[in-house]
């Protein structure tokens, strides 16, 4: 992903690979991602450290997502890393790392995911109280 070059820190600039936590439905569709940098990071709860570098050109390389960093783009906008041969690469990272990466998207988003919550329990208790009533 090729992030815009004004924009400012603590903002990502120029290309980093990303991972795609929502994808596209359809050609034309957006899809969301989390960017990853192998700049050190402080350790913090909307940073995820990867097990392993998905980028096969850098395996021994640490990686981070930096969850509090959604982008949502169009699916154009994506394109494989590529590899030694400049051959295209579509690289996955486990499922724990995915359920690292949601964890602290949870973590950088308290708000709004308790909001959720709350309207979850509010339409089981509409449903409780519905049930006793018939």
């Not at 998905?54 to 395996?59: A, C, G, I, M």
Request: net charge negative; aromatic share 8%; with cysteine.
């Amino acid at each position: 992903m090729d992030f815009p070059h004004d924009a400012y820190a603590p903002e990502f600039v120029g290309e980093h690979p990303g991972i795609v936590v929502r994808a596209a439905r359809h050609l034309n569709d957006i899809c969301v991602i989390v960017p990853v940098t192998s700049s050190p990071q402080a350790e913090a709860k909307h940073i995820h450290r990867l097990r392993e570098n998905p980028n096969p050109n850098y395996p021994d390389r640490e990686v981070w997502a930096v969850c509090s960093h959604l982008y949502t783009i169009h699916n154009a906008r994506l394109r494989p890393v590529t590899d030694a041969r400049r051959r295209p690469v579509f690289p996955r990272v486990g499922e724990d790392d995915m359920e690292g990466i949601y964890a602290c998207i949870r973590h950088a988003f308290p708000n709004i995911f308790r909001v959720a919550a709350v309207i979850e329990r509010s339409a089981a208790t509409v449903a409780v109280v519905a049930e006793a009533g018939e």
